[in-house]
């Protein structure tokens, strides 16, 4: 198991420990000694819970800087056999998290694991055994006011009621000598949480000590790279996709890439696929699919590596094209009364794995089978090859229900979306917007409209919106495939200022009288000239909203958006994302203090 994965089970031993506690004292209430061991009880479960408080505040401190989000981090803590707990992506953020010293916490944590597992044997003894014996005692105790056959049924056992009383008086007499031990077994655990606090607390120390020494100038090289990486992954994946559907259907399928703040050089891409006729008389042989593609850890299809190589196959992309012309997207809105907001996920590293690639795969026929495997199929483009793999997080109903971000910020929208939410939101569209610029996810102007959320599964009911997605057709590929307008990086930029200041005050520009001082008309260019001038007077109340970083942000995507040139990434991580973060950290932990 992973170092994450043990964490998690020795977190879900703690509520067995109390239970086995006070098995204990429910078998010394029966047989009538509870008050001979009280004072070993009362302290034997205090202890077990103050060392639960402290390694929960342990798992939070370190928890907190790898998931951006105090209330997804109470969530995994309050659900010790979670799936999140098995999350490879969260288990290589904690190696990076604790670099060298992360062998020794994985040592302290497996030292835990054994010490809670002794606890939790030396506190269930022989527990089922006396459970039997506690049926028997009641039985006899009940059936000695019955009938005169019951009475001498119970004289015949007698012999038995001994034995059982003699069990009790062992079972008193272990919990009473085991104090000892049990009380070993917890400066043991008192030792280890101690040694994950100290190492918790030194790892830090030395990042911020780094951090300080090197300057931000380093973190902004690595982040930039992981871009580019994502910039020149993503254009491939599209193109990939858009060569593989194969189909006279294609015009009307759509692709929502979700958005995500990417920090590592490894990446895969979570997109949800659908079918969206105008027509009944269409014939759609699917709806709606949700896929993760890249280099996908575990793939299913590994195998296929070695047998191609045994046989000497070679490994060819996909490369058939299939165009048509283009539609408008119209997504759904709905009215919701409570909005909530899941936390991010975040890419998990590339596991490299040379499977050939399928050169007769056809995208829509191979969605359109609803009994596929774990791994779909394999498209590519150029050197970069991508698995599909489904997966079921929103669902088909949700689709139907999906909600722009212009509608969430209008005053027609009927939920409420916090501030740490909106800013949460800002920082994925701004890193988004350094990651797909100039690819064709992004094409020109990013706006409200093209970010769209939808619903997720939720038992209590409540709305419960995930991380915002970016949608696109395929309707016109060849155009988009082969332009390229030397303005899109500068109107991006505008558009961004835009909607940071909307995500700010919680409210679009439109709506504000700053905007409609100026004139309607249907001139775009026009039109946005006036966007940007009210945008700027807008810009003035940031600060006092939302204190210096984000105004930093918004300033420098209206007064620096015409830098252009291959610096251009490293300009919006230090001057828009890093600030965001930034921003964003400090409402967390307000929240965590809370």
Not at 144 to 160: G, H, I, V, Y
Request: glycine share 6%; with cysteine; net charge neutral.
């Amino acid at each position: 198991m992973s170092g994450l994965e043990v964490a998690g089970v020795v977190l879900g031993a703690f509520p067995l420990l109390v239970s086995g506690i006070e098995h204990w004292r429910d078998v010394a209430k029966i047989g009538g000694f509870f008050w001979r061991i009280r004072k070993e009880y009362t302290k034997c479960l205090h202890d077990v819970q103050f060392h639960e408080i402290i390694y929960k505040k342990n798992l939070k401190e370190l928890l907190l800087p790898l998931i951006p989000d105090a209330d997804e981090v109470a969530k995994l803590i309050a659900d010790p056999g979670g799936q999140k707990w098995t999350d490879v992506a969260l288990q290589d953020r904690l190696e990076s998290r604790l670099h060298e010293s992360y062998r020794l916490y994985y040592e302290t944590i497996m030292e835990m694991n054994s010490v809670v597992q002794e606890l939790k044997e030396e506190l269930c003894f022989d527990r089922e055994n006396v459970q039997d014996r506690l049926k028997i005692i009641g039985t006899r105790q009940t059936s000695s006011n019955r009938s005169p056959s019951a009475q001498l049924s119970a004289k015949f056992s007698k012999l038995s009621l001994a034995k059982s009383r003699i069990d009790y008086e062992a079972f008193r007499i272990r919990f009473s000598v085991g104090e000892g031990v049990r009380g070993d077994l917890f400066v043991l655990l008192k030792k280890c949480n101690e040694r994950l606090e100290k190492l918790l607390h030194s790892s830090d120390r030395v990042a911020a000590l780094e951090t300080a020494t090197t300057g931000p100038v380093k973190h902004i090289s690595i982040l930039e790279s992981a871009f580019r990486k994502v910039s020149q992954k993503s254009d491939s994946l599209f193109r990939a996709l858009n060569n593989a559907w194969q189909c006279s259907c294609q015009q009307f399928h759509l692709a929502n890439l979700r958005m995500e703040h990417r920090t590592l050089t490894g990446v895969y891409f979570e997109i949800l696929l659908n079918f969206s006729a105008p027509s009944k008389r269409i014939d759609m042989s699917w709806c709606w699919r949700e896929i993760r593609c890249g280099d996908i850890p575990g793939c299913s299809s590994a195998q296929k590596t070695t047998d191609a190589v045994k046989s000497g196959h070679t490994c060819q992309p996909t490369t058939l094209t299939t165009l048509a012309p283009k539609i408008p997207k119209t997504p759904k809105l709905s009215r919701q009364k409570t909005v909530s907001f899941g936390g991010p996920i975040i890419s998990v590293p590339q596991i490299e794995s040379d499977v050939p690639t399928d050169r007769n795969v056809r995208l829509c026929q191979l969605l359109s089978n609803e009994k596929f495997g774990e791994c779909m199929g394999i498209i590519g483009h150029n050197d970069d090859t991508f698995h599909i793999h489904p997966f079921t997080r929103q669902g088909e109903d949700k689709a139907r229900s999906s909600v722009t971000l212009d509608h969430m910020l209008s005053q027609d929208f009927e939920g409420h979306v916090s501030r740490r939410e909106r800013y949460s939101i800002a920082l994925l569209v701004a890193s988004s917007v350094g990651q797909l610029a100039s690819t064709p996810w992004l094409r020109n102007n990013l706006c409200k409209e093209d970010i769209i959320f939808f619903p997720l599964y939720d038992d209590q009911c409540q709305d419960l919106y995930g991380e915002p997605f970016i949608q696109q057709d395929f309707s016109d590929g060849r155009k988009v495939l082969t332009s390229s307008d030397p303005s899109t990086d500068e109107y991006n930029f505008y558009s961004l200022g835009i909607l940071l200041l909307e995500l700010c005050f919680g409210s679009r520009l439109e709506d504000h009288p700053l905007r409609k001082k100026y004139p309607a008309t249907s001139d775009p260019v026009a039109m946005h000239a006036f966007d940007v001038m009210a945008a700027l007077d807008w810009s003035r109340r940031v600060s006092d909203e939302a204190g210096n970083g984000y105004a930093t942000a918004v300033k420098w995507c209206f007064m620096s958006a015409t830098a252009k040139g291959k610096s251009w990434r490293g300009e919006i991580i230090g001057n828009v994302v890093q600030p965001l973060e930034t921003c964003l950290k400090h409402l967390q932990t307000a929240a965590a203090v809370q």
